[in-house]
């Protein structure tokens, strides 16, 4: 595993911080009846979080010299849809959560209905991003990535996922069951943040692989450390309640490769990402150091 | 009140059964882990409702002579978001109904987390249909579409006026507050009904506000009349739970109004809506039959 470069941290923060402004632009307080549900709005999506999905996609499309306010304008969108997702999956019917980047999840602080609610606006805007004319002068950019969106979180994606996480036998789940089900649930959403900078970046087929094999790889190894974290962290670095998947006796990595394993399979998988970026050269350092910081971060 | 023409039902049930084509079509059953969420966002769609929205969908955009298997592609994405709305309120933490369309909700005949995620995908893929190439071969006319129906669908419009609904004190609103509540939360999306048909039919300006009006004035009749429905209706006839809103103590129309004087309303407005199309002629006849079907109906 390669070492962090000390460009890495100051760029995850450089990166998260814009895409804060611009999240506080898109979702501005308001009056009225609806205040309610804007407030809601804003406190699931403002001020915490690692915002390494936003990273990956500015990161990705830094590397073709996309403008930084068209590719802020995707990890906005991916944003809210992460936020949606984690909103939704916090519900007391799910994962029944009740604690989220450090705060009480969305349901808590405000109620159920609000949550429900919240997400399913949260994933509204997030198409509408990407179809606004800031993300790209061409509206048929704008339309492969609404497609490229809709199909990484829909009943092929994400959503499928967490339809398979709730419904699935975990005493009879195996390897490749979990993984599976893991690429739909995380890894499809990773996937577009890669092909969001690439699409931005009018990459070449080859690259466009690359880095899709890339996510793919990143995708496992961040997964497999959340795992990981599930068992090692505590709830003050990870801001939500470990032990959780383990107490509830899921087929988690760690319960079917055991602690050790599992931390080397992401170390292998971090550094297999990387090697798909050869052809990038140094252009791609971030995305290195980002395979590097999934597995050894500790929240 | 205009009399409805004998073409105005088998035209409305020569849609439904169009679209209902086209929403087998991209719903297909699947094997595997994620049988369950597909059956239920099979359940939730498939074989029933109304499709009025669709209708009003195709029948706007056949005045222009747009072919039908683009409107259809519209009219599907908007009956898929309509659909996730009515799975989404109908949750316990929302307005808690047992009964839709005649058979039990999603939530009571699967379960309350596969209810979320059936909303969730199918909101997910309204998008997707409408920035689909069927929809219109021009991906400037898909990218107005997408933001159109996040727009009428987000937190300006529909899901604001849903947690308008629930955070209003109904004891103090008035018919100010209840005329602006229901036109975000079921206007809205019968606006953009109006306005996809228009858009694909590239109308004039002078038509498309005229299509607006008449969507407004049909928006409100219509939800005039479903308060009086849930007052004299039964649940038979409706496919749901009627006096829900009356025994919530809700600040409906007829609550605020009395049932006479809404009935009277609704009826002003549908020969209002109809009268925006006077620049149509006789090819808004179907949309004239709608808005007087709104008013009418028992169902």
Do not use: W
């Amino acid at each position: 595993m390669a070492d962090l470069s000390p460009a890495f941290l100051p760029a995850l923060e450089g990166i998260a911080t814009a895409v804060e402004a611009r999240l506080e632009a898109v979702l501005p307080p308001v009056e009225g009846p609806e205040h309610r549900l804007l407030a809601a709005m804003r406190y699931a999506v403002l001020g915490g979080g690692k915002r390494l999905r936003p990273f990956l996609t500015v990161a990705t499309a830094d590397m073709f010299g996309v403008p930084r306010a068209q590719s802020l304008q995707a990890a906005a969108a991916v944003e809210l849809l992460h936020t949606y997702s984690l909103v939704h999956d916090d519900l007391p019917a799910m994962d029944d959560d009740a604690l989220r980047r450090g705060q009480p999840t969305v349901h808590v602080k405000f109620d159920e209905a609000v949550a429900i609610l919240v997400g399913d606006a949260l994933l509204t805007m997030a198409f509408e991003l990407l179809a606004d004319a800031r993300l790209h002068p061409d509206a048929r950019v704008r339309v492969q990535m609404v497609q490229a969106l809709a199909q990484a979180a829909g009943p092929q994606g994400m959503v499928a996922g967490q339809a398979i996480d709730l419904a699935v036998s975990h005493d009879e789940a195996d390897l490749a069951a979990i993984t599976r089900l893991q690429q739909m649930k995380t890894g499809a959403v990773i996937g577009f943040c890669c092909a969001a900078g690439a699409l931005l970046g009018a990459a070449t087929e080859e690259q466009r692989l690359a880095l899709k094999a890339y996510a793919h790889d990143l995708g496992l190894a961040f997964q497999i450390t959340d795992d990981v974290l599930d068992v090692t962290g505590n709830a003050t670095q990870l801001g939500k309640s470990p032990g959780k998947d383990m107490a509830a006796g899921k087929a988690t990595f760690v319960a079917l490769l055991g602690l050790e394993q599992a931390r080397q399979q992401a170390a292998m998988l971090g550094d297999q990402a990387s090697q798909h970026l050869e052809i990038f050269g140094e252009r791609a350092k971030l995305l290195r150091d980002l395979a590097a910081f999934a597995v050894v971060r500790e929240f």
